[in-house]
């Protein structure tokens, strides 16, 4: 399979001249990590979320009065459309990078990210985690180790990440993610403290690191709760709000141990229930 499928119609792409602080609110507007930069129809770089942390704010500079040319990534390794997966996996590894941008001539016209390949299965999971551990940097046994369950983690979540996005028919990881994000909030404030620990403890590494355990139960959440938030928030139609929320429900019982999507089951009103396929056969 080649690049063609991580090529987009629109690109979040800023100049050079644009400021850190709209590099920003363009990530946070969109569920981005990564800006694309470009001057005229030239390629110049990459800005990422750590590239405006470490290079930006970490040295003390002013995010509206920081260009991105201050804080990008130059000379960035970039594939044309036409090169393969594992074209992109060997230049991550090559050039110690997560994301490779696709230039058709001179023109941006796509991003390949790790979180892609990780998510699409494009390689083996040995290679993939290779250039995660070789990011992380080398180490004693101790922490070479310690980053192999790290990369093991990141391999289990995106997985994760993965099942949700091919069930909710979502374009994108940060979609995904997003989904899932919302609507597993929203399902643990449903629940007692109690019960969203004993949830938790079953979600993989990197998501329950993410989600913090609420003071529920709050019976103001309801499936329509969820729904609006879905809508507002991923600017999608009510209809496939409804999907997303229905393959969530599928996903997660898929993950979690049956025992516990009951005891979460008997902690839901009943149009919560239907969520969850084995709740809606058991209503």
Same mark, same amino acid.
Request: avoid cysteine; glycine fraction near 8%.
């Given at each position: ?6 090529t987009r119609?629109k ?7 644009a ?13 981005i ?6 001057e005229?129809s030239?390629?110049l770089?990459?800005?990422t979320?750590?590239d ?8 003390g500079r002013? #995010?509206?009065?920081?260009?991105l ?7 960035? &390794?970039t594939?044309? *459309?036409?090169?393969?997966r594992?074209?992109?996996v060997? %230049? ?6 997560r994301?490779?941008?696709i230039v058709?001539?001179e023109?941006?016209v796509?991003?390949v990210?790790?979180?892609d390949?990780?998510l699409d299965?494009?390689?083996?999971l040995?290679?993939? &985690?290779?250039?995660i551990?070789?990011q992380?940097? +080398?180490g004693?046994?101790a922490t ?7 990369a093991?983690?990141e ?6 990440l993965?099942e ?5 028919n979502?374009d %994108? %990881?940060a ?8 609507a597993? &909030?929203a399902?643990m404030?449903?629940? %007692? *403290? ?5 949830l ?14 609420? &003071?529920? #139960?709050?019976k103001r ?24 929320l ?18 979460? +089951? ?5 149009d919560?229930r ?9 209503s």
């Amino acid at each position: 399979m080649t690049l063609r499928a991580y090529t987009r119609d629109k690109l979040v792409i800023l100049g050079a001249n644009a400021s850190a602080h709209e590099a920003a609110r363009a990530m946070e507007g969109n569920h981005i990590g990564t800006i694309l930069v470009q001057e005229g129809s030239a390629a110049l770089g990459v800005v990422t979320d750590r590239d405006l942390t470490v290079r930006g704010m970490a040295a003390g500079r002013d #995010p509206a009065a920081t260009k991105l040319a201050e804080v990008m990534s130059r000379n960035v &390794a970039t594939l044309p *459309p036409s090169a393969s997966r594992m074209d992109a996996v060997r %230049t991550m590894q090559k050039h110690n990078v997560r994301r490779v941008p696709i230039v058709d001539g001179e023109r941006i016209v796509g991003v390949v990210t790790l979180d892609d390949l990780l998510l699409d299965e494009a390689a083996p999971l040995d290679d993939l &985690a290779a250039i995660i551990r070789a990011q992380l940097g +080398r180490g004693g046994p101790a922490t070479r180790s310690r980053r192999r369950a790290e990369a093991r983690a990141e391999g289990t979540y995106w997985r994760l990440l993965n099942e949700m996005r091919a069930a909710a028919n979502l374009d %994108t %990881t940060a979609d995904a993610e997003a989904a899932l994000d919302i609507a597993l &909030a929203a399902l643990m404030r449903r629940l %007692t *403290p109690a019960e969203a620990e004993d949830l938790a403890a079953q979600l993989p590494l990197l998501l329950r690191k993410r989600m913090p355990i609420p &003071a529920g #139960p709050d019976k103001r959440v309801t499936r329509e709760s969820i729904e609006r938030e879905l809508v507002e928030r991923l600017d999608v139609s009510l209809p496939h709000a409804k999907a997303i929320l229905n393959a969530f429900g599928a996903t997660l019982e898929r993950n979690v141990s049956e025992g516990e999507m009951e005891d979460v +089951r008997g902690q839901l009103s009943e149009d919560m229930r239907t969520i969850f396929p084995g709740g809606a056969q058991g209503s």
